[in-house]
């Protein structure tokens, strides 16, 4: 049986989310330590900018250091639940891709399976929404916006599979 247009697009699409996916969490896991390193990069220039050799005709130092710790000013819970929402968000999209790859596969199973997928993506999306709305930080406000598309982008494609005809699943072999 003819493989359906619909199932190659939102199988590859569904692969590529699935792994960038992966790729985010892992950004996710290391953020807390990545913005400690900052921080020290930060306190390191405060300390350099009392010198006499900053040109302080383009950007005095004082600025950028104000502009890096408003950047940088999360709550000390945040960075735990950095690490918990990439470690979830690891095994959410390792599902997503397997349920994207079974889907590209037409396996009997696969539509279901993708269901799910796309289920956990939109519930761990709105989770990071809301953490990262309560954050009241720049970089908050950006995770929101990311987390904003990935939701917009699994909504699109749930509706795509829920209104394409799925009888090629059924009649499939295993």
Request: with cysteine.
């Amino acid at each position: 049986m003819k493989r359906p247009g619909w199932v190659i697009v939102i199988g590859v699409i569904g692969m590529i989310i699935g792994f960038f996916g992966i790729l985010g969490t892992g950004k996710s896991i290391i953020m807390p330590r990545v913005i400690e390193l900052q921080r020290e990069i930060l306190a390191e220039l405060e300390e350099v900018s009392e010198e006499d050799w900053w040109d302080y005709e383009e950007l005095p130092p004082e600025r950028i250091i104000e502009i890096g710790t408003r950047l940088l000013d999360l709550p000390d819970w945040f960075y735990k639940w950095s690490i918990i929402f990439g470690i979830i968000g690891f095994f959410v999209y390792m599902y997503y891709l397997f349920a994207s790859i079974w889907l590209f596969l037409i396996k009997k199973s696969a539509v279901k399976l993708f269901y799910i997928a796309i289920g956990l993506s939109i519930c761990l999306s709105l989770s990071r929404m809301i953490v990262a709305g309560f954050t009241q930080s720049i970089i908050g406000f950006f995770l929101m916006a990311g987390s904003s598309l990935v939701l917009a982008v699994n909504i699109v494609i749930l509706i795509i599979v829920a209104l394409n005809d799925k009888s090629v699943f059924v009649t499939s072999e295993a």
